[in-house]
């Protein structure tokens, strides 16, 4: 199952989330966690979070690179952000990088994340 990139650095350690799971709660890790089921709650990941083509996140995300093949729909602070074909994003988003693919899908409201951390409109 190629999850993440293999040429990125990443510790070893990855929480899934299977398809036949629904996971109601809030989510730490120190990795980086994949979803193919469904999340209503908040997801806190020291690494990447990885949608899955059928994976849905409802609430809020924090990490380093999120990867959308499926569906997310809150609010989400990340370095990157990638929104992969078939992919949708819904809700407002605090990033440095962000990429739509072809058939990728985003609808809210987007900040450029700056050394200050400060939120600004994308223009």
Known sequence: MGVFNKSES???ETTVISGTTVFKGNIDSKGNVHIDGIIEGNVNAASNISIGKKGRITGEVKCKKMVVSGIFDGKAE???VEILKNGKLK????????VIEKGGNF??????????SKKHPVK
């Open 91 to 98: 809700g407002e988003i605090t990033v440095l990088n962000f």
């Open 10 to 12: 990443f510790n070893n």
């Open 78 to 80: 990340c370095d990157d």
């Open 107 to 116: 609808e809210g409201i987007c900040y450029k994340k700056n050394e200050n």
